[in-house]
């Protein structure tokens, strides 16, 4: 009883912190998408409940029927807002009251848990289920409101829980960099929702967002998530770690990808390949043929297109000694 009374102060203390920063109306308007949400909400609830009850689940049915009186105070709430906009058409705004956005904060906790009230850090706090994105698990999630900053033009972060499957560049989430989400065509709605005090509203489309996959919008795909298998020797890599064939594009970890010595770039075996003269490593694109004797040399083992042994060769045959030979002396 001492923890709920101390939470419910919590609760309101930080309503009354979060009303001095919202405007002070907002134009009032018939949101049916937001009561159908919070209709939604009251039966996936109600079915967990039920589904509980009937398997005399104690634990289960209690957290249910806590949630889903949350969600049916929430819904309440949004046919209030309906209804003030039917009932007075003409009005342009209603006032944000402490008492509206306590029952926010308090709805919050029949579909998070937990919810923690931050005053001291300013901060609102909820914690998401745990995140399965296409098999691939991303962990539980933090989306943190900074009330003091509630006018800015991102006043959240979200804070991956379980930082051993955060990947490269800090990204624990296919949409989330660092702390910021990538909004996407969820933005005007968190910026509304925010606007006008619908804190349930916030916290469930973030929530909704995080548990979405959208590969065209994804700072890293969920195909290399766990890293990118080299085309050559199978073995898992690091995309950081990659090496792409300058020729073929063949995705290729370090050890199976060769650097050529002309032009440094790197290669795959099929595309690169070594000097008949001196054996360094060099592209295709980097050795010439002799013109005599037809084999591949790097750009420093060829004299006017022909390579050191044709040149050698062709000083020593009989033309040639019988051509030196004839060649008047100098007077």
């Avoid at 949409?175 to 909004?183: A, F, N, S, T, Y």
């Avoid at 295709?284 to 004797?293: A, F």
């Amino acid at each position: 009883m001492a923890d709920a009374k101390r939470r419910m102060r919590q609760q309101y203390a930080a309503a009354v912190k979060i009303a001095s920063v919202l405007p002070n109306s907002v134009g009032v308007r018939l949101d049916l998408a937001a009561l159908e949400d919070a209709f939604q909400s009251c039966q996936g609830w109600y079915g967990r409940w039920k589904k509980a009850h009937t398997r005399d689940w104690h634990a289960a049915k209690y957290d249910a029927a806590r949630r889903l009186s949350g969600s049916v105070d929430l819904l309440r709430q949004r046919a209030e807002i309906v209804l003030a906009g039917v009932r007075q058409p003409n009005s342009e705004s209603v006032s944000i009251s402490t008492a509206a956005l306590y029952r926010e904060i308090e709805s919050l906790c029949g579909e998070f848990d937990p919810v923690v009230v931050e005053r001291s850090m300013k901060q609102l706090r909820v914690r998401t289920d745990e995140i399965v994105l296409e098999g691939v698990y991303l962990g539980q999630f933090d989306i943190v409101l900074r009330w003091d900053r509630i006018d800015e033009s991102h006043p959240y972060d979200v804070i991956a829980i379980d930082s051993g499957y955060e990947t490269r560049d800090g990204t624990p989430h296919p949409h989330v960099q660092g702390d910021r989400l990538c909004e996407g065509d969820g933005a005007t709605v968190i910026k509304r929702a925010l606007r006008e005090g619908r804190l349930f509203d916030f916290f469930t489309v973030v929530d909704r967002i995080l548990k979405t996959y959208n590969a065209q919008s994804a700072y890293v795909s969920l195909d290399d998530w766990d890293g990118v298998n080299c085309r050559a020797c199978g073995d898992t890599v690091d995309s950081d770690d990659l090496n792409r064939c300058a020729k073929c594009e063949t995705e290729l970890c370090c050890d199976c990808s060769t650097r050529c010595e002309s032009c440094s770039d790197r290669y795959c075996s099929d595309c690169n390949g070594s000097c008949a003269g001196c054996d360094a490593d060099c592209c295709q694109y980097c050795r010439s043929l002799c013109e005599e004797c037809d084999d591949q040399f790097c750009d420093s083992c060829l004299t006017e297109g022909l390579c050191d042994d044709c040149i050698d060769r062709q000083e020593h045959t009989p033309e040639a000694e019988t051509i030196e030979q004839t060649q008047p002396a100098c007077a």
